[in-house]
């Protein structure tokens, strides 16, 4: 059993603070809509892939075509490239959701500007379930943003700028971008970005996945989080 004092809660699920983020289970998700807003509009594909550490599990991975409840909208299409007749002999959500939590177990979820993701999720979830998405959540657009006020000497951390796109920054980080938005290649570039940026975090004396959900929470991480002086590095 875990020491009360060393577990935190994020999203309901209790982990163990100490555990070193090189060797924490991630998995890392995307999601292909048919609009922005999660009361109209659907999600249409599911993507997720596994990392332990810095380890890329690419024989571990998932993806669903959706056939949404609600109207493709035609900006949405030219984004991510999936059409109407593409889904629709596909499974609703309601079909697939279990498979995904399955497959997300108790692990650390990873997205880039995730709180997208997480609201059409959980929006799904509430319907089906009654609940919500359980797991301890991570977005790399925080994890940037807090690692980009202390290195200065890196050109993909600007300190005046604020590039939030997930394949702008992949770029940046010379990762491989081709083609439309898809869910399971999204999460692939997510992976690669977050794997990237691990050794920079245990160098700025990031070691910890009590530190980590902190600096790299939805809502509340990066600039937002404030140290109170258990980093000494800083």
């Known amino acids: 059993m875990l020491d009360f004092f060393k577990t935190k809660k994020q999203g309901g699920l209790s982990v163990d603070s100490n555990r070193p983020i090189a060797e924490t289970g991630y998995v890392v998700i995307d999601t292909e809509l048919t609009g922005l807003n999660e009361k109209k509009d659907s999600?249409?594909?599911?993507?997720?892939?596994r990392m332990k550490g810095t380890r890329i599990d690419l024989s571990r991975t998932f993806y669903r075509l959706i056939k949404p409840d609600s109207k493709f909208k035609p900006e949405s299409v030219v984004i991510h490239g999936i059409t109407p007749s593409d889904v629709s002999e596909k499974p609703n959500i309601d079909s697939i959701i279990s498979d995904f939590l399955e497959f997300c177990g108790d692990d650390v979820l990873v997205g880039h500007c995730v709180s997208i993701d997480l609201s059409f999720i959980n929006s799904d979830m509430k319907r089906i379930f009654n609940s919500s998405i359980r797991n301890p959540v991570i977005d790399t657009f925080s994890i940037h943003e807090w690692m980009r006020k202390r290195i200065s000497s890196h050109s993909c951390f600007p300190p005046g700028g604020r590039s939030s796109g997930l394949y702008e920054m992949a770029k940046c980080f010379d990762i491989p971008v081709r083609g439309a938005h898809d869910a399971l290649v999204d999460s692939f570039i997510t992976a690669q970005l977050?794997?990237?940026?691990?050794?920079?975090?245990?160098?700025?004396?990031?070691?910890?996945?009590?530190?980590?959900?902190?600096?790299?929470?939805?809502?509340?991480?990066?600039?937002?989080?404030?140290?109170?002086?258990?980093?000494?590095?800083?």
């Open 194 to 234: 977050f794997q990237r940026f691990i050794p920079v975090l245990i160098d700025l004396g990031v070691k910890s996945l009590g530190m980590l959900l902190d600096i790299g929470h939805p809502e509340k991480g990066g600039d937002r989080f404030k140290t109170s002086g258990e980093i000494s590095n800083f």
């Open 43 to 49: 999600i249409v594909s599911l993507g997720a892939v």
